[in-house]
């Protein structure tokens, strides 16, 4: 099976943009409404890229996430490209994905972005119900996002992601399959579903705590994560990570696969995290802070760390068990000289008799059931 | 020796006998504002807590009466709870009077009553001081009948006080003088002194507390305990005032300390007499019982590594803990521990949580168990207190459990569900007393090993928390005893494993299996959790896997968030103990304990 590995471990590139028309009353990243502060951030932004112009070298995949990069113009996406075009090198074919929110942008700015060389597009669609569109807080019906991935079919992207979010209250089994019939019957190229998980601090979160709605449990979190297994792998799509599903495996997010194999990325703007090496660090968590720094003429940094072995460890083993790849033997032991099988012989074959791995080509596999207990895999 | 007088408070718990000994220290003079701490003689945080005292204490109150002559009050404290009452009877046999508090809300209970017979055998003179009359519920006529019909003491001698309010104290005082007699004693005899105490102190060694009745002793005598038979030589002898007093010499009469360079409180015996090495008096004062634990449990360290911290604290705690005995233990599934003695489960309480809280140790403590005696078919008798030393059922002939007799005083009407209650805890013998209108005692002979296992929660909850309750261990009877092992995913947790009578085993090994299952996460697999005698499996549960656990996206790279999430959860995991494949909390072993109405 070949899905996360491209064959190359170039770095990726992210810019947060982090503005959004409306607040989400699930949302907690980093984002704001004061969108007059656009021209300001993004003259931080390109004074961020310099930063970093030499310690980085080619790119092979930039995604422009946030937030709601929809937001911005036309002028400005060509604005950023053009910086990071002059600032870091991109490989001849990269990946460069934007992400819009359905109803912001039309076929002619679609096409646009197509032009400047943006080849993939990742929709904010949640749910095709707009009544669990409302109480999302989004801004859109069901039908307009329909459209919107029709133009940004028509406008040439050969490469359509959605999201969506099961969990909701409100949402049950039969609904969330119902969305997820509707979502295949746009044919997108892949599909990221995510469990609605709610921080305190957010609208939602608040409600919850209040008591006013429940979120599912344990089991019925099992039965959404099963049935959006069944029915995507059902409909040819590949359950490649736990929450991502590609057509096939050459059109798995390319980007995202860096974060999971532990391949350096860049992240740029407000509260976006990068590694290179053993080293982690992350932005200021909010635009004012961001831009106070740069003004001041220092690196937006709020914190970094240098991963211990173990650490590295740790996060080798519970991003390989979200993978269906899962986790590669023979370069586990070369990274943390630990022969797994032989090491956890014991809870492995208990592992593999109960249906939660399997030992394939090399890899050490979650099966389904075992992507669903990713987090418990990882503490073996 | 006529200005001298012994006395003891006794009271049923939270009855007021601290807060009452605070008001006489303080109106005697003995501490001021700035020394004086509420309940100055429980000193310790969990007596403090608990409103009752654990270990015993003294101290030699200053008095001008209304005769104009100095006396000198010696406030001999006791131990408050039915674990302690061997304390008790040693603490009042120094003494010739009681004040008998009881809340005037209240009335007579339980202890009250246990308390006034075992002053009783001691011939003291009973002063009934009724406290608490401040309180809105206060019914001082009902308790002046009570001590008149279920005291059957004189009505007419009766003291009224609020010491909270410090109503009455005086009059207190002046009964202490007039009604206690003055010890009597002969100070030109061979010594003859009664230890009711002794604590321990990191500079002197054993500070023995004692009441001299016959001699004298100073420093440099050489003296003897007559239960050992060791000699010492006394280095000092003195007074309790706040702090202890040194003085020449103890004269009958007196009560007071000896240091006499005994390294540790285990090697005196509370009771025993003290007497001169070359002038023994002819015998022993009497009453004097070497006390046994009737109370066994094994302690494991959570964590193996704290292995000999725990074994130093155990070594630090018996210092000042005669009562408590320790031996090495092992569990297959807990590691290495010590087996421990108590003299009841209050007494296992405070140990298990001055472990915790002043030696700062996690433990784990095995189900409690009394001292089994069985004989085997080659006509050897043996006894077993932990459960890992069950004889081979093939070669038992018989099994014996200790019985205790259970005293109970409560109103009428919870007459019904107390029976049950004692019914199925194997109670025998019941003997009803109606002792006022509405108020009966009720006497049941029950196996000790019953009220180990949520008697007493029970017990408080079916009366409401008017019942009162207390015991004495009376003797060994026939029982049928299997031993009932628990199984984790078919492996035995060796800590888990109770003696218990063939009966009740089913019943017992469900309840076991249920707590276990409220306690234990779930995990990746079904837990089958199982109650065996021998290889028959008699109760079963299972706790179903959780299947689902993995949420939060690692959105933009932020893995670190993630990562730390599973750090927490990976050192919570190492917090507890692997039985097998499956992680077992702290708090499953505790809650195999504990009872239903939790």
Partial sequence: MKTLDHGNNLPGLYIHIPFCRSKCSYCSFCSTTSLELIDDFLSALFTEMNFYESSFGRFDTLYIGGGTPSVLSIKHFRQILTHVQKTFRLTEKPEITVEINPVDMNVNELKALRHMGVNRISIGVQSFNDDILAFLGRRHTGSQTRRTIADAGRAGFENIGIDLMYGIPGQDIPLWAETLEKAISCEPEHLSCYQLTLEDDTPLGKRRRMGEFLLPDEDRQYDFFMRTSTILEGAGYVHYEVSNFARNGNLVSRHNSKYWNHTPYLGLGPAAHSLAEKRRWWNRGSLAEYLADIHAGKAPVATSETLSREELRLEALFLGFRTKEGIHLKNFNTRFECDLLEEKAGTIKTLQNSGFIRIEDGYLRPTSSGLAVADSLSLI | ?598
Avoid at chain 2, 63 to 75: F, I, K, P, Q, V
Avoid at chain 2, 216 to 224: L, P, T, Y
Avoid at chain 2, 329 to 358: K, N, P, W, Y
Avoid at chain 2, 482 to 511: C, F, M
């Fill in chain 2, 1 to 598: 020796m006529e200005n001298i007088r012994n006395f003891s408070i006794i009271a049923h718990i939270d009855h007021g006998k601290s807060t009452l000994a605070d008001r006489l220290i303080q109106s005697t003079g003995v501490s001021d504002a700035r020394t004086f701490k509420d309940q100055i003689l429980d000193t310790m945080d969990i007596e403090r807590e608990r409103g009752i005292t654990i270990k015993s204490q003294a101290i030699a109150l200053p008095y001008e009466a209304s005769d104009g002559r100095a006396y000198t009050l010696n406030l001999i404290d006791t131990p408050g709870h039915v674990d302690f009452s061997y304390e008790v009877s040693r603490s009042l046999a120094s003494c010739e009077g009681v004040l008998l508090l009881i809340d005037a809300a209240q009335g007579v209970q339980a202890q009250t009553l246990a308390n006034l017979y075992l002053a009783m055998e001691n011939n003291l003179e009973i002063i009934p001081v009724i406290n608490k009359i401040d309180l809105p519920a206060a019914d001082v006529d009902r308790v002046i009948e009570q001590i008149d019909q279920e005291l059957g003491l004189d009505p007419d001698t009766h003291l009224k006080c609020s010491a909270k309010e410090g109503i009455g104290i005086e009059e207190i005082l002046e009964a202490i003088v007039d009604r206690i007699p003055h010890p009597k004693g002969d100070p030109q005899a061979p010594l003859a002194a009664l230890i009711f105490d002794a604590q321990y102190d990191p500079f002197r060694g054993t500070v023995i507390h004692c009441r001299v009745f016959d001699g004298n002793v100073k420093s440099g005598d050489m003296i003897r305990f007559m239960f050992h038979n060791t000699v010492y030589r006394v280095e000092e002898v003195g007074h309790f005032l706040l702090s202890r007093a040194k003085r020449d010499r103890l004269s009958a009469g007196d009560v007071g300390y000896i240091i006499a360079g005994v390294k540790t409180v285990a090697d005196v015996r509370i009771g025993d007499t003290i007497t001169l090495n070359d002038r023994p008096c002819e015998k022993p004062l009497p009453g004097f019982r070497e006390i046994k634990p009737v109370v066994f449990a094994s302690i494991y360290p959570i964590s193996s590594d704290d292995y000999e911290d725990l074994a130093v604290s155990l070594e630090k705690y018996t210092l000042n803990d005669a009562s408590f005995i320790y031996q090495k233990d092992s569990s297959v599934a807990l590691g290495q521990g010590f087996r421990c003695g108590f003299l009841g489960l209050l007494h296992l309480d405070v140990v298990q949580e001055r472990l915790e809280r002043e030696y700062g140790l996690s433990i784990i403590l095995s189900v409690p168990s009394v001292r089994y005696r069985f004989t085997l078919r080659d006509g050897t008798v043996t006894e077993v207190d932990n459960p890992s030393l069950y004889p081979d059922p093939t070669t038992i002939a018989g099994s014996e459990e200790p019985y205790i007799r259970a005293t109970m005083m409560l109103p009428d009407r919870y007459l019904g569900s107390v029976m049950k209650l004692c019914m199925e805890k194997r109670g025998l013998n019941s003997r009803l007393n109606y002792t006022g209108p509405g108020r009966a005692e009720i006497i049941y002979e029950m196996p000790l090993a019953e009220i180990l296992y949520d008697f007493y929660d029970r017990f408080k909850s079916v009366t409401q928390g008017y019942g009162s309750f207390d015991y004495d261990l009376i003797d060994y009877r026939e029982s049928n005893l299997a031993l009932l092992d628990i199984l984790v995913n078919g492996e035995k947790v060796d800590a888990l494993s109770q003696i218990v009578h063939r009966d009740r085993a089913r019943t017992r090994g469900l309840q076991s299996c249920e707590r276990l299952k409220e306690e234990i996460p779930k995990q990746m697999f079904r837990i089958a959790i199982q109650g065996a005698i021998g290889g028959e499996i008699i109760a079963r549960t299972t706790i179903s896997a959780f299947r689902k656990d993995v949420t939060a996206k690692c959105y933009g790279g932020d893995i670190t968030r993630k990562r730390k999430l599973l750090e927490k959860q990976r050192k919570g995991k190492k917090r507890m103990k692997m039985i097998g494949s499956v992680a077992i909390p702290q708090s499953a072993f505790l809650a195999v304990l504990k009872s239903d109405t939790d």
